[in-house]
C-alpha cells in the first residue's frame, strides 16, 4: 500500500466525509479509494458500459462502405 499526504480544501473534505458516510466507509482513505473506483468505472472505460457493448454491436452488424480512393469518399459525403 502507497501512503500519501495530501492538501484538500474544505469543500473536498467536506465530500469525502459524505462519501464515507453514505456508504459505511472506515475511513477517507477508503473514500478515496472508492471514488477512484468509480471514476475508473464511469470515465476511463466507458468502452465496458453496456450500452457501449450495444453502439458497438449495431455498428458491427452495418454493411461495409466500400471506398476506394479518397475522392470516392469526397464524392460519397459531399465534401
Known sequence: MVQAIINIDEHTNRILNIVK???GLKDKSSAIEFMAMQYEEEI??????PEYIQKAKKIMEQK????????NLKDRFGL
Open 64 to 71: 461495409p462502405l466500400d471506398v476506394v480512393t479518397a475522392e
Open 21 to 23: 458516510a453514505k456508504y
Open 44 to 49: 476511463l472505460e466507458p468502452e465496458l458500459r
